[in-house]
């Protein structure tokens, strides 16, 4: 069984402050983690990936996250906000064997003030 | 074009109505999703196939059916829809192994009157 926990339904920031948006996982095998954004009226695009590899991963736009197999966590970060990246963001948690069905957390949707 | 098409992009339809939703893909991908997402409760997994003979159901199945016609088409039907289904609707498609990601159609937002 596997799920995922995004803390924080909304998220606002400054232009130009740092953004950390929240992902716990549980999986009952190691998992592969995904961090996705969903623009205004569009599908969901992939911002990074965890597939066991390095465990900080760098993704588009700036985005960074980091795997912490002893916290169960992916949070992810970027250094300075840009308007431009207001949206709603999904982790995801596949597991590395088997079913090969990706969960979705709840979203974070990210606001950014001037 | 898009590599995964969704159509129609939004629907307006009757309680009790049949209504079907289409998505194809030009990716090459077996496996094929239906999600839909509704505010505060993320994507929550419809059907999915992991080849043309393969048709499974998902955590919220209840009132929709699907039906793979080729490896490339994926389609969702709702029988007779009721209001509660008004949502996002997202198909998915994933190549076979796990550490790839989902490539996702742009959505229909159907709403049941």
């Known amino acids: 069984a596997q799920s995922v926990t995004q803390l924080g339904s909304h998220v606002s920031v400054s232009e130009g402050a740092l953004v950390l948006l929240r992902c716990n996982y549980s999986?009952?095998?190691?998992?592969?983690l995904f961090w996705y954004v969903q623009y205004p009226n569009q599908g969901l695009q992939l911002l990074l990936k965890?597939?066991?590899?390095?465990?900080l991963v760098k993704g588009i736009n700036g985005f960074e996250a980091e795997f912490k197999k002893s916290e169960t966590s992916f949070h992810l970060t970027k250094p300075s906000a840009h308007m431009s990246d207001a949206a709603e963001y999904f982790c995801?948690?596949?597991?590395?064997?088997?079913?090969?069905?990706?969960?979705f957390g709840r979203g974070t949707s990210l606001i950014v003030h001037p | 074009d898009a590599d995964v098409t969704q159509t129609p992009r939004n629907r307006i339809t009757k309680t009790g109505k049949r209504i079907m939703l289409e998505c194809s893909q030009t990716?090459?991908?077996?496996?094929m999703y239906w999600y839909r997402q509704d505010p505060g409760l993320g994507l929550r997994l419809i059907y999915y196939?992991?080849?043309?003979?393969?048709?499974n159901k998902g955590e919220i199945s209840d009132g929709y059916s699907v039906s793979r016609q080729a490896q490339a088409k994926f389609s969702l039907s709702l029988e007779s829809a009721i209001p509660n289904q008004t949502a996002l609707y997202f198909c998915?498609?994933?190549?076979?192994?796990?550490?790839?990601?989902?490539?996702f159609g742009q959505g229909t937002r159907l709403t049941v009157v």
């Open positions: 965890y597939t066991s590899a390095a465990t």
């Open positions: 995801a948690v596949s597991p590395s064997g088997g079913s090969y069905i990706p969960t």
């Open positions: 196939s992991f080849d043309v003979k393969d048709i």
């Open positions: 990716k090459g991908h077996d496996r």
């Open positions: 999986s009952s095998v190691p998992p592969y």
């Open positions: 998915a498609t994933m190549q076979g192994s796990t550490n790839t990601e989902a490539f």
